[in-house]
């Protein structure tokens, strides 16, 4: 079965420019989750929706950083304009619906998309 | 409000020794625990889990870690380590609201 799946796994941009992290969750899971992370702070947890509906978005940063989820299979993650400390991997993870036998919230991470902002 | 901390930034072990990561948790009800491995360039797999039952769990890798609820602890531990252990370690809480949050780390090194 298909993992999440996010791209780019590498941006290289300059100051101001607008960058678009994406997602594909695993098909069937109902909750998605940004994460952030740096040395410096570790995991962070930006926004999560649960079935396309964002539920907490406490974590995101500054107005600069926005989150869509416009289907069960696909969310984006923008940052306008990009400065150099948004420099991070950003990952984006899903779980599955709380009903299945053996349920516990466990996350199952995509490969992260490494971003630079020069 | 809640959190998980990981008392060791970095841990070296020597080939075939023992291995015990600390976590502990502050949240008032038993939350759902997780270990997780991370790779270098790569994201977080899953080790093992706790939400009921047995306070001692089996994970994958020959993982084990157990839940002490009197020290709010979800220590992991491994009897022998081998050198592809050697990756960062997040111990992780979900509370009643969803939420996942992930303690700092903890960097594993080993030596052979």
């Known amino acids: 079965d298909a993992g999440v799946i996010q791209s780019p796994r590498h941006e290289v941009t300059e100051m101001g420019q607008e960058v678009t992290l994406r997602c594909k969750p695993i098909s069937g899971h109902d909750y998605l989750f940004w994460y952030r992370q740096t040395m410096m702070r570790g995991l962070e947890l930006l926004i999560y929706f649960n079935n396309n509906v964002p539920i907490d978005d406490s974590g995101m940063p500054e107005d600069r950083f926005s989150a869509k989820m416009p289907n069960a299979s696909f969310s984006t993650l923008k940052i306008q304009p990009s400065e150099p400390r948004d420099s991070a991997v950003y990952f984006c993870a899903s779980t599955p619906p709380q009903g299945l036998a053996g349920w516990a919230g466990e996350l199952f991470f995509g490969e992260g998309s490494r971003l630079t902002v020069l | 409000a809640q959190s998980v901390t990981q008392p060791d930034i970095h841990i070296t072990v020597s080939e075939g020794a023992s291995l015990e990561l600390r976590c502990n948790y502050s949240?008032?009800?038993?939350?759902?625990l997780f270990w997780y491995v991370q790779s270098p360039g790569q994201g977080l797999q899953l080790l093992l889990k706790?939400?009921?039952?047995?306070?001692l769990v089996q994970g994958i890798k020959g993982f084990e870690a157990e839940f002490k609820r009197s020290q709010s602890s979800f220590n992991l531990r491994k009897p022998s380590v081998h050198w592809s252990d050697a990756a960062e370690y997040f111990c992780?809480?979900?509370?009643?609201?969803?939420?996942?949050?992930f303690g700092p780390g903890t960097s594993l090194s080993v030596i052979p």
């Open positions: 706790y939400f009921s039952g047995d306070t």
């Open positions: 949240y008032g009800a038993t939350p759902y």
């Open positions: 992780a809480s979900k509370t009643s609201y969803d939420k996942v949050i």
